[in-house]
């Protein structure tokens, strides 16, 4: 039987819990929680009547050993992933991380020396790779069907409930989440990765903050004076905000929590404070020299990805919808049910892959749509490849270390980094060791 325990007790970590708590829990134990919030480690249990021991970060290492934990489930704030990482393998366990893996190319080097230093094993969590249209895309690229790959064009669009979330919480600040380029682009930079079976060379960036943010809504006649929206009348009729009352889940980890840390979960998307951007460009040569032309808008009125491969003998389209549209009613804030990572996030169109080869007619190849779970059906296989890698068979290789880990935060870095400077960035300049 394994022992875990789980490190931040927000809704991302609700995944892990209840599948260690019921699936898994013949050849898994969840053994201790730990958060610097205690009224939050409370309402993430997963039976109060008998509660899981309970910790604060500054007692991991006691945990580790009171506990004799085998392994444990980084889902804290992005900024902290390192420090827990480290800590957890110093003090003789192996990780399992949420993505990012971290933040930026130092606290990337400090995960790296631990890991030689203590020979621990550390997994991402890069679900996209186990959705069954992602990996229909690496079944068919591996097979050599258009060839060579020479180009790619990826275009991710967040919708204004997604998207605007990441400017309502903690992410909003770059200094806790690297960005939207590294917090949630990671996905796709390693989905790119993955794909190409390659890794990221040079990258240059375009970006800005132009749609969220109290500036850009003045300039639109759109500000909105307050704070957060619970209780707030200014809110009432605003179609971004989010009343953490009116959604159960939210209110029980959040608002009922506030007390403890202050820690305001329903910020205005168009307040103050603001630091990361809300559109982004930006161009990765890779080593096998193919090129990409990534976006990311954060403000789109539905939700989903294009993705194009151009090889020497076809090209490889897919066309994924996962939101339609947002509602604009007001009233609509049972959220957790349309955040990733929460809950069920279903395919509400049909996901649309085409080959077409030179001188052949298009096909549109089979997908498994598989909805039963989170993003597209992707949580319940990579629950699976975690807590029963017995019951896998993967020639795929979707399972994702500490390598991947770095080389798909490191393109989110590099882009960081080329949007201060103006200039292209070579990636083996942030963390040289990982190229030797």
Request: with cysteine; proline share 4%.
């Amino acid at each position: 039987m394994k022992r875990y325990a789980i490190i931040g007790t927000g809704a991302r970590a609700i995944m892990y819990r209840d599948a260690l708590t019921t699936t898994y829990a013949e050849s898994c134990t969840l053994q201790a929680l730990c958060d610097q919030n205690p009224l939050r480690m409370a309402a993430f249990q997963p039976n109060p009547e008998n509660p899981l021991p309970s910790y604060g970060p500054d007692d991991l290492e006691k945990m580790i050993q009171e506990q004799s934990i085998d392994e444990v489930i980084v889902t804290t704030m992005d900024s902290a992933h390192h420090e827990f990482i480290c800590r957890a393998m110093e003090a003789g366990c192996d990780v399992i991380t949420e993505k990012p893996m971290t933040t930026d190319s130092e606290k990337c080097h400090q995960i790296l020396e631990a890991i030689d230093r203590t020979g621990r094993q550390l997994r991402v969590t890069f679900n996209y790779r186990y959705a069954p249209r992602n990996s229909k895309v690496k079944e068919v690229l591996q097979s050599g069907a258009i060839g060579e790959i020479l180009s790619v064009h990826f275009e991710w669009l967040l919708d204004t409930k997604h998207g605007a979330d990441y400017f309502r919480r903690w992410h909003r600040d770059k200094a806790n989440s690297g960005g939207l380029l590294v917090h949630k682009s990671t996905h796709h930079f390693d989905l790119m990765n993955w794909w190409l079976s390659s890794t990221p060379e040079t990258v240059f960036a375009l970006g800005g903050l132009h749609f969220y943010g109290k500036v850009n809504a003045t300039q639109r006649g759109e500000a909105r004076d307050y704070e957060r929206a619970t209780g707030t009348p200014e809110a009432a009729d605003d179609p971004f905000a989010l009343d953490l009352s009116k959604d159960p889940e939210l209110k029980k980890l959040y608002l009922d929590c506030e007390a403890d840390d202050g820690y305001l979960r329903d910020q205005n998307v168009f307040g103050e404070g603001i630091s990361i951007e809300d559109d982004l460009a930006v161009s990765v040569r890779y080593k096998s020299q193919a090129t990409l032309s990534y976006h990311l808008t954060a403000y789109s009125p539905c939700e989903g990805y294009r993705v194009a491969f151009n090889g020497t003998k076809g090209r490889l389209e897919l066309n994924v919808v996962e939101s339609a549209y947002v509602s604009g009613k007001s009233d609509d804030h049972n959220f957790s049910k349309n955040v990733k990572g929460t809950a069920d996030h279903a395919v509400e169109e049909p996901t649309t892959l085409t080959l077409q080869r030179h001188w052949e007619k298009p096909q549109t190849l089979g997908i498994d749509q598989a909805n039963a779970g989170g993003h597209g059906g992707a949580d319940t296989i990579m629950l699976r490849d975690l807590f029963a890698p017995d019951q896998m068979n993967d020639p795929l290789g979707r399972a994702a270390g500490h390598i991947d880990g770095a080389l798909s935060i490191l393109t989110g870095i590099a882009a960081n980094q080329s949007m201060k400077t103006g200039q292209a960035v070579a990636v083996k300049s942030l963390v040289p060791s990982l190229f030797v």
